[in-house]
């Protein structure tokens, strides 16, 4: 079955470390995105990438980094510039960035110790 | 930028009864709609979506319609179900450009 998979389901990050988010893709899709889900305010855009190589900052972008080294895959790390990182962090594609349904993985909690 | 607002943030309904959340957008440019499910725990999953050049579109008990004067789009969801229970996200999208989500409806459905 092709999907995205997102790892680990859950993390725990100390205080001033950096941590990454793992999202990996079957489903041949050039364009992938990075979301920060918090209650009551539905799904925020953290990162974007068209094609492999490029990639473009959202609308909350300030403590995080990715790269996009191959097509399937797309990890977004949470560095310790990133005051407020406890959220569920949701990883989508789809097929060229136009409009077409994005397909979702089932995200990563990630928590502050 | 683009600017979606969703009502209402919470509903509860009798099974049986029929569903309606609605959703408002303010760029006119904007084409594409889609509505998302989320289960607990999981990533949304588009349940239906609706273009600009379309005024209504049914899938069996799940139907959205779209005024693009108003700028506004609906969500009906009729003889509901206890699985219909979740969160609904609506999103507004044109061209290239971002999807801009909603920020969420939570669906109870009262057996």
Redesign the interface.
Known sequence: DGG?T?SPKYLFRKEGQNVTLSCEQNLNHDAMYWYRQDP????R?IY?SQIVNDFQK?DIAEGYSVSREKKESFPLTVTSAQKNPTAFY?C?SNRD???Q???????TRLSIL | GENVEQHPSTLSVQEGDSAVIKCTYSDSASNYFPWYKQELGKGPQLIIDIRSNVGEKKDQRIAVTLNKTAKHFSLHITETQPEDSAVYFCAASGGYQKVTFGTGTKLQVIP
Not at chain 1, 40 to 43: D, S
Not at chain 1, 101 to 107: A, K, R, T
């Open positions: 995205i997102q009551g305010q539905g799904l855009l974007y959202g949701l989508a960035h136009s409009n349904p994005q397909h979702f993985g089932d995200g």
